[in-house]
């Protein structure tokens, strides 16, 4: 088993034994995805062997330091590796390399060479990624979980965008080459998201400036609700209004009908030679009688009281917006009323919903009959034709 191997065991080991829960975003993966960068700008920059070698170990090591302590991690992790790495017999210039690989992401100093440039670079990878944004909020919860730092979203943004400007650069020409374009794609989307809390935060104090504006208004009842029940009540009585006006049609027809019936079919049935039509006349002039019938059963209005108490009025028992409930009263009395009832927010918005409800009741109450007059008129209509149509062949034969 090669040094490479014994390491990456150690690290897995170190990391899933001894890391704290807490630590979300500089677990395991985070060091794996920096092992594999690192892997990748070696390759792009022609690194020698033993410089690769030392790369990668330095990458897996880098922050291994968290298992002892947050504050100074990276000179824990160089100190780990170096013990780890002296036990294995590792030459002290790669263990100097390594060393310096991993202090080198405390970003203090610039890179000296192109180990730490690319270790530097491995690093924040990240940002050059398309995964910035989900890694990026792993860090903001780890850094809440170990009491580090808990900001708001515009502040948190605001932090990434200076670390994006001021203090983030990619060294290798291989990250400039590949990953800046992502880079600055994240910058641009951060600056989107900056400007999108910046107009919600606008939009917020507006509606908090506004919803004052509306406490501080006189208790009026609001006109959008009136509009509401203005335009309800309106489309109720339309809709009464197309009822009667079917019911009418109806009565009119049936009347006709049976007028028509009257005076040429019913006469002609006094000679026996015409017997054969009694039953389809019957018929006919059950069904158009029926019809009518419920046409007028439709329109006929119901007759109210009329009367209402003082204590009505109190207890809000008695809706004043419908004529059947004050016709009898005396015009003193029912002003007295109505004086109460606009003092009252609730009672009159109540009132009001009363008289839309009932209105409903009364509409579904025509319609219903309408619906069954319309079946009636058509079923008899049908059932007519066909009497006279069997009424006739059977007296031809």
Not at 248 to 267: D, E, R, T, Y
């Amino acid at each position: 088993m090669d040094i490479l191997q014994k390491t990456e065991r150690y690290i897995v080991s170190q990391l899933n034994e001894n890391l704290a829960d807490t630590y979300i975003y500089h677990n395991f993966s985070h060091t794996l995805r920096v092992v594999n960068y690192v892997q990748e700008l070696a390759l792009s920059e022609n690194i020698e062997q033993e410089d690769l070698l030392a790369l990668e170990l330095a990458a897996w090591f880098h922050d291994v330091g968290y298992i002892k302590s947050n504050d100074n991690h990276e000179s824990l992790s160089a100190e780990i590796a170096k013990t780890f790495l002296t036990a294995e017999k590792i030459s002290s210039e790669i263990i100097l390399k390594v060393q310096q690989c991993i202090l080198i992401t405390k970003m203090t100093e610039e890179p000296k060479n192109i180990l730490e440039k690319i270790m530097l670079d491995a690093d924040c990878g990240h940002l050059g990624h398309k995964i910035f944004s989900e890694t990026n909020q792993l860090l903001r919860e780890e850094w809440r979980l170990l009491e580090l730092k808990n900001v708001s979203d515009k502040e948190w943004i605001q932090e990434n965008i200076e670390f994006f400007i001021k203090k983030h650069n990619y060294y290798t020409n291989h990250a400039r080459l590949n990953w800046q374009v992502v880079k600055d794609k994240n910058l641009a989307q951060l600056y989107k998201s900056l400007k999108k809390i910046k107009q919600e935060q606008t939009k917020n104090k507006i509606k908090a400036e506004e919803f004052k504006l509306k406490k501080q208004k006189a208790k009026l009842p609001e006109r959008g609700i009136e509009t509401m029940f203005r335009v309800t009540l309106r489309n109720h009585i339309a809709l009464s209004d197309i009822a009667d006006t079917k019911a009418n049609i109806l009565l009119s027809v049936n009347a006709i009908i049976i007028s028509m019936a009257l005076s040429n079919l019913i006469p002609k049935l006094d000679n026996p030679s015409n017997n054969y039509l009694i039953i389809p006349t019957i018929i006919f002039v059950v069904f158009s009688l029926v019809s009518m019938a419920l046409s007028v059963i439709a329109t006929r209005p119901n007759v109210t009281s009329g009367e209402f108490t003082k204590e009505d009025v109190r207890q809000k028992k008695v809706n004043l917006l419908f004529f059947g409930n004050f016709h009898k009263v005396k015009l003193d009395e029912f002003q007295w009323a109505m004086g109460e009832m606009m003092q009252d927010r609730d009672y009159l918005y109540a009132s009001m919903t009363k008289d839309l409800y009932f209105l409903g009741l009364v509409l579904h109450k025509k319609y219903s009959i309408l619906r069954l007059t319309y079946t009636v008129f058509l079923i008899g209509i049908i059932v007519s034709v066909i009497a006279f149509a069997v009424a006739f062949k059977s007296q031809g034969t």
